[in-house]
């Protein structure tokens, strides 16, 4: 077998049918790290300003980082950049499984694909190896069906495999990219699986037999020890609550904190919630626990059946944000419900989130009489009934009647529906994450400020970093702190790890791991550096869209609705101010948001 040692990438055309094999410069990988980093270099290189997201100009870039392949713990993530369908903006998205891991194995830093295909065609990647296949026969077909249908026509002894279902071929505009089969691994949010459908493109098959390097392995394993000895000591009663509940724990706390955004965001208290508690439903499950991918040794991967009732047989990962979405949003308090949503979510391809924010969005619209029966198909789209949720759904996935408008994400259909943009829950047309942010200042600045939209993944656990130490209300001094959570977190994703445990590695820590594949040391400092270019980057691509600090907003209701109940109660979010204090901290114009010429000097960024 060969040793991997240089960055290359691999590029696919397609239009044209053909591939190239390119070196990724050094000084490159030293600025951007790799993966999100490495992502936003190349897309705010490759894809012209204003281009169509559904056309051949956008590009599909995967990427993994320095740790990819090496076994480092929590290693086992890659990242796709492109322009996404849903907010006609830049896109990041992570997903688990051995992706990256493939794609060094095989010598490649980074795949980009664009243009499009004639007729339906997934791509195998084998080394320097690549072939078009038909995909016609995979067409129509759910995600993992096909994927398994794809590695077993290659038969290939292990390879990764990422693709799309029905929703992506339809280019739902949130339709979601699958990978590692019955895994349901997934680049959920802003519609990479779109992007995927527009080119023609079924999926892609990676696998590799290269060995990937590492230069200092006492470097290597002086990290990877410290990291164990954290999860055994500080960290232990983290891994065992990650390994019971994964995201969905401690619900209770979060209730009552006031931070559970409920039927569509009108308060921040759910009086079902321990019907959607991961530890109270009396279920029997779940079926099986196992690491959403290797190298992972908090597994907490929750496989959950239902035993009994009307979704009798239904099956799915739950995750806090298909709890969020589909359970308090949707005013639903049943796990069933929700488990049955996520699979259908899961086997069609669409991102449950902006799926069942969407639908709450129009139960209120429903509920408020600025759509009736007439517009839902007969459908009584009201909050806590989950028949109504489950029927709307289908209807999406399906594109059938009212469904059809609902594909569209709540900031499209607020815009044909009179009267609901007030209480559209999204910021630069992505639906918020699962956090009521009229009492996490942080958070509310976090979800402005997203270069990817309503993102909760960017600044990691709000309720952890703000609630615990009496600041959650602040104004001073939120700029620095989602600062330091947001550029920490885009370190993470460069290296690329997994976000969950993100507090268990420290930045020093980070440095010492990846000094070890390199040749030259990095240093906290220069971590930072980086966290902070890319971040700048990924804003470089929104401006050149036409985005400014006017687009750094949040729903009105969040601006101008005081907060109802909780702790919190008669709070609303103080965002200019905040904006204020970040855009300070970051270096960028107060009027505009843009960078300064100084801080794209410091940086060394190239317009």
Same mark, same amino acid.
């Given at each position: 077998?060969? $040793?991997?040692?240089?960055?290359?990438?691999?590029?696919?055309?397609l239009?044209?049918?053909?591939?190239?094999?390119?070196?990724?410069?050094?000084?490159?990988?030293?600025?951007y790290?790799?993966?999100?980093g490495l992502g936003? %270099?190349?897309?705010? +290189?490759?894809?012209? =300003?204003?281009?169509?997201?559904l056309?051949?100009?956008?590009?599909?870039?995967?990427?993994?980082?320095?740790?990819?392949?090496?076994?480092?713990? %929590?290693?086992?993530?890659? @990242?796709? !950049?492109?322009k996404?369908?849903?907010t006609n903006?830049y896109?990041?998205?992570?997903?688990s499984?051995?992706?990256?891991?493939?794609?060094?194995?095989?010598?490649?830093?980074?795949?980009?694909?664009?243009?499009?295909?004639?007729?339906?065609?997934?791509?195998?990647v084998?080394?320097?190896?690549?072939?078009?296949?038909? =995909?016609?026969?995979?067409?129509?077909?759910?995600?993992?069906?096909?994927q398994?249908?794809?590695?077993?026509?290659?038969?290939?002894?292990?390879?990764?495999?990422?693709?799309?279902?029905?929703?992506?071929?339809?280019?739902?505009?949130?339709a979601?990219l699958?990978? #590692?089969g019955?895994?349901?691994?997934c680049?959920?949010?802003?519609g990479?699986g779109?992007?995927?459908?527009?080119?023609?493109? *079924?999926?892609?098959?990676?696998?590799?037999t290269? &060995?990937?390097?590492?230069?200092?392995?006492?470097?290597?394993?002086?990290a990877?020890?410290?990291?164990?000895?954290?999860? *055994?000591?500080?960290?232990k009663?983290?891994?065992?609550g990650? +390994?019971?509940?994964?995201?969905?724990?401690?619900?209770?706390?979060?209730?009552?904190?006031?931070?559970?955004?409920? +039927?569509?965001?009108?308060?921040?208290?759910?009086?079902?919630?321990?019907?959607?508690?991961?530890?109270?439903?009396? $279920?029997?499950?779940?079926?099986?626990?196992?690491?959403c991918?290797?190298?992972?040794?908090?597994a907490g991967?929750?496989?959950?059946v239902?035993?009994?009732?009307?979704y009798?047989g239904?099956?799915?990962?739950?995750?806090w944000?298909?709890?969020?979405?589909?359970?308090?949003?949707?005013?639903?308090?049943?796990?069933e419900?929700?488990?049955?949503?996520?699979?259908?979510?899961?086997?069609?391809?669409i991102? @449950?989130?902006?799926?069942?924010?969407?639908?709450?969005f129009?139960m209120?619209?429903?509920?408020?009489?600025?759509?009736?029966?007439?517009? !839902?198909?007969?459908?009584?789209?009201?909050?806590?009934?989950d028949?109504?949720?489950?029927?709307?759904?289908r209807?999406?996935?399906?594109? &059938?009647?009212?469904g059809?408008?609902?594909?569209?994400?709540?900031?499209?259909?607020?815009?044909?529906?009179?009267?609901?943009?007030?209480?559209? $829950?999204?910021?630069?047309g992505?639906?918020?994450?699962?956090?009521?942010?009229?009492?996490? /200042?942080?958070?509310?600045?976090?979800?402005?400020?997203?270069t990817?939209?309503?993102?909760?993944?960017?600044?990691?656990l709000?309720?952890?970093?703000? !609630?615990?130490?009496?600041?959650?209300?602040?104004?001073?001094?939120k700029?620095?702190?989602?600062? @330091?959570?947001?550029?920490?977190?885009?370190?993470?994703?460069?290296?690329?790890?997994? !976000?969950?445990?993100?507090?268990? %590695?420290?930045?020093? $820590?980070?440095a010492?791991?990846?000094?070890s594949?390199f040749?030259?040391?990095?240093?906290?400092?220069?971590?930072?550096?980086?966290?902070? +270019?890319?971040?700048?980057?990924?804003?470089?691509? /929104?401006?050149?869209?036409?985005l400014?600090? *006017?687009?750094?907003?949040?729903?009105?209701?969040?601006?101008?609705?005081?907060?109802?109940?909780?702790p919190?109660?008669g709070?609303?979010?103080?965002? #200019?101010?905040l904006?204020?204090?970040?855009?300070?901290v970051?270096?960028?114009?107060?009027?505009?948001?843009?960078?300064t #010429?100084?801080?794209?000097?410091?940086?060394?960024?190239?317009?």
């Amino acid at each position: 077998m060969s $040793m991997i040692q240089a960055a290359r990438m691999l590029r696919i055309d397609l239009s044209s049918r053909s591939f190239e094999i390119e070196d990724i410069p050094g000084k490159i990988i030293r600025q951007y790290i790799g993966g999100r980093g490495l992502g936003s %270099y190349l897309l705010y +290189r490759w894809v012209p =300003a204003h281009a169509d997201p559904l056309g051949a100009d956008n590009h599909l870039i995967f990427t993994g980082g320095p740790l990819s392949g090496t076994g480092f713990f %929590y290693s086992s993530k890659a @990242n796709l !950049t492109t322009k996404s369908p849903l907010t006609n903006i830049y896109l990041y998205s992570i997903c688990s499984g051995i992706l990256a891991q493939e794609m060094k194995k095989a010598g490649f830093w980074a795949i980009d694909i664009k243009g499009i295909a004639e007729s339906p065609t997934y791509i195998a990647v084998h080394n320097d190896r690549v072939e078009f296949k038909d =995909a016609g026969f995979l067409w129509g077909m759910e995600t993992a069906a096909a994927q398994r249908l794809m590695v077993e026509e290659l038969s290939v002894a292990k390879a990764s495999t990422v693709g799309i279902g029905p929703a992506g071929e339809q280019m739902i505009r949130y339709a979601a990219l699958f990978g #590692e089969g019955d895994l349901y691994r997934c680049f959920g949010r802003g519609g990479a699986g779109c992007v995927m459908g527009s080119k023609r493109l *079924k999926g892609l098959v990676v696998s590799g037999t290269g &060995e990937v390097e590492i230069p200092h392995k006492d470097r290597f394993e002086a990290a990877r020890g410290q990291m164990t000895q954290r999860l *055994k000591t500080d960290f232990k009663a983290w891994g065992n609550g990650w +390994r019971r509940y994964e995201t969905g724990a401690d619900l209770q706390t979060t209730n009552e904190l006031g931070i559970i955004p409920t +039927r569509n965001w009108q308060t921040g208290q759910f009086e079902g919630w321990q019907g959607i508690d991961k530890s109270t439903t009396p $279920m029997g499950w779940p079926e099986k626990v196992q690491p959403c991918a290797p190298y992972c040794p908090t597994a907490g991967t929750r496989s959950v059946v239902v035993k009994e009732g009307p979704y009798k047989g239904a099956k799915s990962d739950i995750e806090w944000e298909a709890i969020y979405a589909f359970g308090s949003q949707c005013g639903v308090d049943k796990m069933e419900a929700i488990i049955a949503a996520s699979q259908i979510c899961d086997e069609f391809g669409i991102d @449950n989130m902006t799926a069942g924010i969407t639908i709450g969005f129009a139960m209120e619209c429903f509920e408020k009489g600025l759509i009736g029966l007439k517009d !839902t198909d007969g459908i009584e789209l009201r909050f806590g009934n989950d028949a109504a949720m489950m029927d709307m759904l289908r209807k999406i996935v399906k594109q &059938e009647g009212f469904g059809k408008q609902l594909a569209k994400g709540t900031k499209r259909l607020s815009e044909e529906i009179k009267g609901s943009k007030g209480f559209a $829950m999204h910021a630069k047309g992505m639906e918020l994450g699962g956090y009521e942010c009229r009492g996490l /200042n942080g958070q509310a600045l976090q979800f402005a400020v997203s270069t990817r939209g309503g993102c909760h993944h960017a600044y990691g656990l709000p309720a952890r970093m703000e !609630t615990g130490d009496g600041t959650r209300l602040n104004i001073k001094g939120k700029g620095e702190q989602v600062k @330091n959570a947001a550029t920490g977190r885009i370190v993470g994703d460069s290296l690329i790890l997994c !976000t969950f445990p993100s507090a268990v %590695y420290t930045r020093d $820590m980070m440095a010492e791991a990846v000094s070890s594949v390199f040749t030259e040391p990095w240093s906290a400092g220069d971590l930072n550096e980086a966290g902070e +270019r890319i971040m700048c980057q990924e804003r470089l691509f /929104n401006i050149r869209e036409g985005l400014s600090s *006017k687009d750094d907003i949040l729903p009105a209701r969040l601006l101008n609705e005081p907060k109802p109940d909780g702790p919190t109660k008669g709070v609303s979010v103080p965002l #200019e101010e905040l904006k204020d204090n970040f855009y300070k901290v970051m270096g960028y114009d107060p009027a505009t948001g843009n960078p300064t #010429e100084a801080t794209l000097k410091k940086l060394g960024i190239e317009k």
